[in-house]
């Protein structure tokens, strides 16, 4: 009788043991999921001294759930001015001007599927010509494009269409520059994933007028 006690308490302790090891492996995978962290200030070598006083003193690390990671730090303030651009999502934009910049730590792609080495960027906004050549791109005209950080000194000049081209084709090493996709905003600080593109929203203070709600997308290419 004793034996059968010490057995059955054994057994407990094995089935007991082997619940643990199996919540070790299972809740990491319940667990996994976009994550949104305040991070501190840029503090890259490349940065120019420029870029590092025109960004917020935090930045926002994004995580999502198969270790795709980015690490942002926006305008501050981001610059506003009312433009006249049809179906524009971000109106209050301007072409060319200083958005963000951002890290890769393990380099990512843009819309287009072109690879963004892993590495510090620039994000400036263009609202996408709506001519023969860009019609049908993305069911939204507004992109940021990446430029190799060391390159772009300046954060107060807003770039014309084609030197910002050029300085972005540099990210991707081809003729075409590296788009980052924007959509509508969401809930700031979260990142929303559905069937379509996943989505990081922020809200970034704008000189004197309310925060302006950004939504960027950090996964999701064009369908062509």
């Known amino acids: 009788m004793h034996r059968v006690v010490r057995l059955t308490r054994r057994s407990c302790l094995v089935l007991i043991t082997s619940c643990w090891l199996l919540a070790g492996w299972v809740a990491p995978i319940y667990a996994a999921g976009p994550a949104v962290e305040r ?32 690490e942002f730090w926006f305008a501050h303030p981001l610059v506003t001015a009312h433009k006249d651009a049809p179906s524009a999502l971000y109106p209050d934009l301007t072409n060319g001007e200083f958005v963000a910049a951002v890290n890769y730590p393990k380099g990512t792609s843009d819309y287009r599927g072109q690879t963004i080495p892993a590495g510090f960027y620039t994000l400036r906004y263009q609202y996408l010509p709506q001519d023969a050549n860009h019609m049908g791109v993305s069911p939204n005209p507004d992109f940021l494009l990446a430029i190799p950080i060391a390159a772009d000194a300046n954060p107060g000049d807003n770039l014309a269409f084609r030197p910002l081209v050029k300085l972005s084709a540099k990210t991707t090493g081809t003729a075409h520059p590296a788009v980052i996709a924007l959509a509508p905003a969401g809930d700031p600080g979260a990142v929303a994933q559905s069937e379509g593109p996943t989505v990081f929203s922020v809200a970034v203070p704008a000189g004197g007028s309310s925060p302006e709600k950004i939504g960027i997308v950090v996964k999701g290419q064009a369908t062509q």
């Open 39 to 70: 991070i501190g200030p840029l503090a890259a070598a490349s940065a120019p001294d420029d870029i590092k006083k025109a960004v917020e003193d935090k930045g926002y690390r994004v995580t999502l759930d198969d270790g795709w990671t980015a």
